[in-house]
C-alpha cells in the first residue's frame, strides 16, 4: 500500500484486521479508522513531512542530552551545528552518486 501509494486497500486491510478477534493489529487498524480520512489523504498525497520530523528528532535527542545543564544560546548553537552537519552529509552523499 505504502510503496505503491494505493489509497484503494487501506479500508479493506482496516475491516479484515477489525475482523478477526485474535489479530495482533486490531488496536492499530481501530486507530487507523478512527483516522481514516488522513491515512487515505497520507497515502495517496506526494508530500512527506520526513525531513521535519527528522529535524524534531534531531532536536529532542539534543534537549535529553543536556537535560537542563546549559540554557537555550548552547542548545540553540548545538541544533545549527547538527543542521549544517546534515546538511554536508546530504551533499557529499548526492555527489557521490
Do not use: Y
Not at 510503496?3 to 478477534?21: F, K, N, Q
Not at 539534543?62 to 542548545?75: C, T
Amino acid at each position: 500500500m505504502m510503496a505503491t501509494r494505493s489509497a484503494s486497500r487501506p479500508p479493506e486491510w482496516i475491516a479484515t484486521a477489525r475482523a478477526d478477534a485474535n489479530h495482533g493489529l486490531r488496536g492499530f487498524a481501530d486507530g487507523l479508522l478512527a483516522d481514516r480520512d488522513a491515512v487515505i489523504l497520507g497515502l495517496s498525497t506526494e508530500w512527506s513531512s520526513g525531513c521535519v520530523e527528522g529535524r524534531v528528532t534531531d532536536i529532542k535527542l539534543l534537549k535529553r542530552q543536556m537535560a537542563g545543564r546549559a540554557g537555550l544560546p548552547l542548545l540553540r548553537k548545538r541544533v545549527l551545528l547538527v543542521a549544517a552537519d546534515r546538511r554536508q552529509h546530504r551533499v557529499t552523499n548526492q555527489t557521490a552518486r
